[in-house]
């Protein structure tokens, strides 16, 4: 019995240790009648949330709840959040709250409200604010958010670490680097979030933590001074978002143009032509995905497209390669691209021009490769197999020394870089009608663009490219 006594008080040692209750409010001197936001944070298997009817003489409507999993140092933390609000009119204190979990009781601290007028606001008194560009917006919008650090009566940097507030269904698109200004007799540091919503409704972005240093010094009883640094927590305010849907079938908003080049408007037979299409603007690129084009009796081969920042207003382009093969003359048509316009508040459409291809010797080519295929198929005389394997050989030996030669025997056993795949794809278009060829245009195309690890066959790689004369380039 006195062992499982002792199993019992281990248990319950043990269980108040993983829990844990504490509460906080986003700011602890504010303006009379501002909001002022208590959270609640308990850590446990078993509780009951308490219910709080007034506080600093407001009345409290229900609490809003939700849950919070965070890791740290590899755990996995979880926790149950309460968040009460209520209007400050003068200082006041909130007691205490008494918390059971699992069984043990739990007391918050002891918080103060302070309410003050712009005239007695203490000038060191560190202030939290986070700002949105915007609070009503659609789904895909970019907007911006902005923690700002106001600390006065200092001349230094300040020691703070920021948190990444918490947000319901919106995705950070980037975040900045703390960027510190001297204001007046203030410190002022600055942490910038561009944000985009994922879908509609009402969201919270919860207030932001910011950590700040705060160093004292003590004397270590042997008459020294030591410094000791303790961290502080501070909340700012929290936002509200309304989020619309955009139109239906639309998924991109913005302001955007679109352009289409070629690097020419003629080309061999069966040799590849390239385009590339070109969308700029600001808005959200990382949901544009446009339609590979179809033109009747054209082989369209497209790229994974690029994104890049062109400047630090948020304008960016998007831009992806098209390869086209045919061997007769074609028209590349017109792409369309539909996006929501902010500022005219409707849905509007920009398009490429179609563009005209000139195919040079499109009927003479098909007959060479008509009777190249029928020379094959017949067979090669004694004679001209006696010239092919002597000429063979000296090829041989020539291609030993050009470059293309050299690259891929240098690079045996090494995988190459996409960029060489992707050059060595083109060079292949052109004989798709060799069966080995299409092949290998296949295992090319897997790799480069559907994201398929299987590693390519380079002596077969080079055969090919011997047999149409490629390394002779």
Not at 183 to 198: C, F
Request: hydrophobic share 40%; with cysteine; net charge negative.
């Amino acid at each position: 019995m006195r062992d499982l006594g002792s199993v019992v008080v281990l248990l319950l040692l043990t269980a108040g240790l993983q829990a844990n209750v504490t509460a906080f409010t986003d700011k602890s001197r504010v303006h009379k009648g501002e909001i002022v936001v208590l959270t609640l944070s308990i850590e446990g298997e078993d509780f009951r949330a308490p219910l709080i009817k007034n506080l600093c003489g407001t009345n409290l409507p229900r609490a809003e709840h939700r849950q919070k999993t965070e890791e740290i140092e590899g755990a996995f933390r979880k926790s149950d959040l309460y968040q009460f609000r209520f209007e400050a009119r003068s200082d006041c204190v909130i007691e205490p709250i008494l918390v059971e979990v699992d069984g043990v009781e739990h007391f918050t601290p002891l918080l103060r409200i302070s309410v003050y007028s712009d005239k007695t606001q203490r000038d060191d008194e560190p202030m939290i604010a986070l700002k949105s560009s915007k609070t009503d917006l659609y789904v895909g919008e970019p907007f911006a958010l902005e923690v700002t650090l106001k600390k006065g009566g200092l001349h230094k940097k300040i020691i703070a670490q920021f948190m990444t507030p918490e947000m319901e269904h919106i995705w950070i698109k980037s975040a900045s680097e703390v960027i510190n200004t001297q204001e007046e007799n203030a410190s002022v540091q600055k942490r910038r979030y561009l944000l985009v919503p994922q879908q509609a409704g009402e969201f919270h972005i919860y207030p932001a933590e910011v950590k700040i240093a705060y160093d004292e010094n003590r004397d270590d009883g042997w008459g020294n001074l030591k410094t000791t640094r303790s961290w502080q927590s501070h909340y700012s305010n929290a936002i509200e978002l309304y989020v619309k849907a955009l139109p239906e079938g639309v998924t991109a908003v913005g302001d955007f143009t679109i352009e289409m080049k070629t690097e020419t408007n003629e080309v061999e037979a069966n040799r590849p032509l390239i385009a590339a299409i070109t969308i700029q603007g600001r808005g959200n690129f990382e949901d544009i995905s446009l339609p590979k084009p179809a033109v009747d009796g054209v082989d369209v081969f497209a790229e994974e497209p690029i994104l890049e920042k062109i400047a630090e207003n948020g304008e960016e382009r998007w831009r992806q390669r098209l390869s086209f093969v045919s061997s007769h003359d074609y028209t590349i048509p017109s792409i369309t691209f539909e996006y929501f316009d902010l500022q005219a508040q409707r849905s509007k459409r920009v398009e490429t021009k179609a563009i005209s291809i000139h195919v040079r010797d499109g009927q003479k080519a098909a007959k060479v490769y008509a009777t190249r295929d029928k020379e094959k198929s017949e067979g090669l005389t004694m004679m001209w197999a006696i010239a092919t394997y002597g000429l063979g050989f000296l090829s041989a030996a020539v291609l030993l020394l050009v470059p293309w030669r050299r690259y891929i025997k240098r690079r045996e056993g090494i995988r190459l870089s996409q960029s060489d795949y992707k050059r060595l794809l083109n060079l292949l278009l052109g004989h798709k009608d060799d069966e080995g060829v299409k092949v290998m245009i296949e295992a090319l195309e897997a790799y480069l663009y559907h994201g398929e690890s299987k590693d390519i066959d380079q002596k077969a790689l080079t055969k090919l490219l011997s047999k149409y004369g490629h390394l002779k380039r």
